[in-house]
C-alpha cells in the first residue's frame, strides 16, 4: 500500500487566474484528508505562480490535528527560501528537486555529480536537522542510489513522467522496468521510495504491481483533472484506492 499525498499546485493555479481567493486551498486541502488522502504536498516556487508562501503555514495549520499520521511535504529547490519555509513549518517530509526556479515543472531528477552533490548535501544535513525527512526527485537510474545513500538523503522520490508518456502510447514496459529497478535497489540500501509525476487511474495499477513496497505517490495535476469530470473528494477517493490505501 502506498500513501497518497494529495498535491495542491494546480488548485492554487485555478485560484491565482482571479482575486476571490477560490478554489480555497484550504479547503481542498482539508476535503482531500477526509476523502482518503494520507498527505497534502505543496511546491511553493518563487514566482508564486501556483501555491504561494503564505498558503504554507496555513495549509500546516489545515494539517495539525492529522499530524504525523497524514504528512506535509514540501517540493523545493535547496535555496536559503526553501530552507527558511522549512524551519517555520517543520513538515514531516521535504523533497528536494534540481530544476531552477524559473523551470516550468520538474521533469528532471538529481545526477548527484560533484557539483550537484556540494549544493545539495549540505543542505539535505540542514534539513535534517529541523525533524524533517529528506526526498531526493531522482530519474528512474539505478546507478543513482550509491550516491543519494552518500548525500545522506533518507529516499527518493522516482520520477514517473516518462512512464506516463510511454503508458499513454502502450510502450512502457522498459521504462517501467527501470522505475522497478531502481526503486528495489533503493530499498535495498535502505531508503524510503515514492514516485510520482503524471500518474493517473491508469497507469497506477501496473506501477503498483512494479513497486508494491511504494511508500507514497505525490499526484496533482492528474487528480485534478479528473476532479473535473468526478468531483474532487470522489477522485481522491479513487486515487487512495487505486493506490491501495
Not at 494546480?10 to 482575486?19: E, G, H, M, Y
Not at 552533490?117 to 539505478?142: E, N, S, W, Y
Request: charged share 20%; hydrophobic share 45%.
Amino acid at each position: 500500500m502506498a500513501r497518497l499525498s494529495v498535491n495542491l499546485n494546480k488548485i492554487a493555479l485555478l485560484r491565482n487566474s482571479r482575486r476571490t481567493g477560490v478554489p480555497d486551498v484550504c479547503h481542498f486541502g482539508r476535503l482531500a484528508l477526509r476523502a482518503g488522502a494520507r498527505g497534502l504536498t505543496v511546491h511553493p516556487r518563487p514566482d508564486e505562480r501556483h501555491i504561494r508562501g503564505s498558503d504554507v503555514p496555513m495549509l500546516a495549520e489545515v494539517m495539525r490535528p492529522y499530524r504525523p499520521a497524514m504528512e506535509f511535504n514540501i517540493e523545493g529547490y535547496p535555496d536559503d527560501r526553501l530552507l527558511t519555509i522549512l524551519r517555520d513549518t517543520r513538515p514531516e517530509q521535504a523533497t528536494l528537486v534540481p530544476d531552477a526556479p524559473e523551470a516550468f515543472t520538474s521533469e528532471e531528477g538529481w545526477k548527484l555529480d560533484p557539483v550537484e552533490a556540494a549544493l545539495a548535501t549540505p543542505a539535505i544535513g540542514a534539513m535534517k536537522a529541523l525533524g524533517c525527512r529528506v526526498i531526493l526527485f531522482i530519474d528512474p537510474d539505478p546507478a543513482v542510489i550509491a550516491r543519494v545513500v552518500l548525500s545522506g538523503a533518507d529516499g527518493v522520490e522516482i520520477y514517473t513522467g516518462a512512464y506516463a508518456a510511454a503508458f499513454h502510447e502502450g510502450g512502457h514496459a522498459s521504462i517501467l522496468g527501470q522505475i522497478a529497478e531502481t526503486a528495489l535497489r533503493a530499498r535495498e540500501s535502505g531508503l524510503v521510495v515514492n514516485a510520482g509525476h503524471d500518474l493517473n487511474l491508469l497507469n497506477i495499477p501496473e506501477l503498483m504491481q512494479a513497486v508494491p513496497f511504494l511508500a507514497e505517490a505525490s499526484i496533482g495535476h492528474e487528480l485534478t483533472a479528473d476532479a473535473l469530470e468526478m468531483g474532487f473528494a470522489a477522485t481522491v477517493a479513487a486515487y487512495a484506492k487505486a493506490l491501495g490505501a
